[in-house]
């Protein structure tokens, strides 16, 4: 048993100081990650970027974030590193500066996949904080902890319409970039806080006899495993690449289509993401009570009928249809990491790693290919192609039922304290 399990299964309550925090600092990373696809407009305005062009900031900045993330869980697995957290906000504040004084497109580039590395970081090593201070409530704790994040990303589009997009110039827009300096800052001196506690819980691990409690689940067959974790991975690919469409050319997609300003767009895109924001916050704790492997399967089949008459509708139904898809998609994604630590017990950073990190890698793969499908036809055909990937939230029924062997609350508390 690893220090942090040790760790993990002293604690019987829920920090939920800890979480707060870890969760505000997740607001402000992703609230950084936010501003990239809300500066699109921007970007395409100074150096003329086409949509292909736009995909590749997205691909740049995410792809780098997805490919780093199971190996820095992976190797915190065995070595913990409490101080790593401000160590990769500090990459993304780099990449903001950067972003906010860019001279071409290349720069662009290099300054979303810094901003791509501070989340590698940042999300496998931040998960595993917010399991530690779970006290078992594990769904409800990673729910809160992705709180953050989502509102984060849906703040972050009104704030670089209030200081960026309205100041008087393209290139003074782009330097106010460097006002959300702020937000690493602040999370810099919130994550050494975080690390401070981090320490101390592994080495409130450390000593004493280290046995390990085996779960019925664990005993699932190779073959099984494999099954559901390429499951898992094929949602997250439908989920995230689905989200991609959304997120990086709404704005785009609702100023062609019906005529709206850029400011209202960007409205529209906030009340999306703020759906996102409440879905998230149910899915987990709904996932504690009635089972992870059954929000898995409603939130992304449920969504199927929705993305289906979303390219066809109005104004006003798109609003709304877009909220109903971003409340019931995103309820998935705290309820598939929890379940996947819970098959692969004591790899909590490699599975968070990896789930966080496919995520990106899929937004930005999905953003990058519809991109050029758009550049090559026009975005309502992108709507109407993406519209089919919820389909593949069928093979949830192929995931293992292992809820029903998850012990309950009281036995949990019993191995913590032997």
Same mark, same amino acid.
């Given at each position: 048993m ?5 760790a ?7 920090v939920?100081?800890i979480l707060a ?6 607001l402000l990373?992703?609230l950084i990650?936010a ?14 970027l086409?949509?292909?062009q736009i995909?590749?900031i997205?691909?740049t900045?995410?792809i ?5 993330q199971p ?6 697995d065995k070595k913990p590193?409490p ?9 993304s504040?780099?990449?903001?500066? %950067? ?5 071409? #497109?290349?720069w662009? /580039?290099?300054a979303?996949?810094? +901003?791509? @590395?501070?989340? $590698?970081v940042f999300?496998?090593?931040?998960s ?8 078992g ?10 709180l953050g ?8 589009p009104?704030l670089?319409?209030?200081l ?7 290139h003074?827009g782009?330097?106010?970039i ?10 810099i001196v919130?994550?050494i806080?975080v690390?401070h506690?981090y320490?101390?819980?592994?080495r ?12 019925p ?6 073959g099984?495993l494999?099954?559901a974790?390429?499951v898992l ?6 989920k995230f690449?689905? %989200?991609a469409?959304?997120?990086s050319? #709404?704005?785009?997609? /609702?100023m062609?289509?019906?005529? +709206?300003? @850029?400011p209202? $767009? ?5 009340v ?8 998230t916050?149910?899915?987990g704790p ?5 089972g992870?492997r ?8 449920g ?15 798109t609003?709304?249809?877009s ?11 705290p309820?598939?990491?929890v ?11 490699m599975i968070?790693?990896?789930f966080f990190g496919l995520a990106?890698?899929?937004g ?7 991109g050029?499908?758009?550049d090559?036809?026009s975005?309502?055909?992108?709507y109407q192609v993406?519209a089919?990937l ?9 995931l293992?039922?292992?809820d029903e062997h998850? @012990?309950?609350r ?9």
């Amino acid at each position: 048993m690893t220090l942090l399990e040790s760790a993990e299964r002293r604690s019987s309550r829920t920090v939920f100081t800890i979480l707060a925090a870890i969760s505000a600092c997740h607001l402000l990373n992703d609230l950084i990650q936010a501003t990239i696809p809300s500066l699109y407009p921007l970007f395409q305005s100074i150096f003329g970027l086409s949509l292909g062009q736009i995909g590749m900031i997205t691909f740049t900045y995410q792809i780098t974030a997805s490919l780093l993330q199971p190996f820095v869980g992976l190797g915190t697995d065995k070595k913990p590193m409490p101080y790593s957290l401000p160590f990769g906000m500090g990459a993304s504040l780099c990449g903001l500066v %950067l972003m906010a004084f860019a001279s071409s #497109y290349g720069w662009l /580039l290099l300054a979303g996949a810094m +901003v791509g @590395l501070g989340s $590698s970081v940042f999300h496998p090593e931040s998960s595993r904080v917010a399991r530690l201070a779970s006290g078992g409530q594990h769904g409800l704790a990673q729910s809160l902890f992705q709180l953050g994040g989502n509102f984060g990303t849906a703040f972050g589009p009104l704030l670089v319409l209030w200081l960026v997009l309205s100041a008087r110039g393209s290139h003074a827009g782009q330097h106010r970039i460097a006002w959300f300096s702020a937000a690493a800052l602040a999370a810099i001196v919130t994550l050494i806080f975080v690390g401070h506690w981090y320490k101390a819980r592994v080495r409130e691990g450390a000593p004493g006899k280290k046995t390990i409690v085996e779960h019925p689940h664990t005993q699932l067959s190779r073959g099984t495993l494999t099954r559901a974790m390429v499951v898992l991975m094929t949602l997250v690919f439908s989920k995230f690449c689905y %989200l991609a469409s959304i997120t990086s050319y #709404y704005t785009f997609y /609702l100023m062609q289509r019906f005529r +709206v300003t @850029l400011p209202q $767009s960007e409205m529209y895109l906030f009340v999306f993401l703020g759906a996102v924001a409440l879905g998230t916050i149910l899915g987990g704790p709904i996932g504690d009570r009635y089972g992870r492997r059954l929000v898995i399967w409603v939130s992304i089949v449920g969504v199927l009928p929705f993305t289906l008459v979303l390219p066809y509708a109005n104004l006003k139904w798109t609003a709304i249809l877009s909220f109903i898809i971003g409340l019931v998609l995103s309820s998935a994604f705290p309820a598939i990491i929890v379940y996947a630590q819970e098959l692969v017990p004591g790899r909590v950073g490699m599975i968070s790693g990896l789930f966080f990190g496919l995520a990106f890698g899929m937004g930005g793969l999905g953003a990058a290919l519809f991109g050029k499908l758009a550049d090559m036809t026009s975005l309502n055909l992108v709507y109407q192609v993406c519209a089919y990937l919820p389909a593949l939230g069928l093979l949830a029924g192929l995931l293992p039922k292992i809820d029903e062997h998850l @012990l309950p609350r009281e036995a949990q508390e019993a191995e913590e304290f032997g």
